[in-house]
């Protein structure tokens, strides 16, 4: 069975750092398109940034600059590296995939991670 494992997160100061890890486990024929969502109490989820099986990125206005989605492909894993962190990004930060089991393609959400920023 087909799982993405989130890690990372946690509680900063505004101005620090984050990474966060979805690692895709499983049995994987490729893992494919990527992206990560956040989603504030209260508030409706949305996007944040994807990336393309190619490495192609694209991000939402607010984090450009600060934040850059990555991937490794040998290990199945996206990253989101999230600096100069403010006090709005705090929110529970999800990733999400189109992975291929065999040949039939299935998209994934991760368990989601917590991120709080202090200002």
């Known amino acids: 069975q087909v799982q993405l494992v989130q890690s990372g997160g946690g509680l900063v100061q505004a101005g620090e750092s984050l990474r966060l890890s979805c690692a895709a486990s499983?049995?994987?024929?490729?893992?494919?398109?990527a992206a990560w969502y956040r989603q504030a109490p209260g508030k409706p989820r949305e996007w944040v940034a994807t990336i393309t099986t190619g490495g192609t990125t694209n991000y939402e206005d607010s984090v450009k600059g600060r934040f850059t989605i990555s991937r490794d492909n040998a290990k199945n894993t996206v990253y989101l590296q999230m600096n100069s962190l403010k006090f709005e990004d705090t929110a529970v930060y999800s990733c999400?995939?189109?992975?291929?089991?065999?040949?039939?393609?299935?998209?994934?959400w991760g368990q989601g991670t917590q991120v709080t920023v202090s200002p």
């Open positions: 499983g049995s994987i024929s490729t893992f494919d398109f």
């Open positions: 999400n995939a189109d992975v291929k089991v065999g040949t039939r393609l299935y998209t994934y």
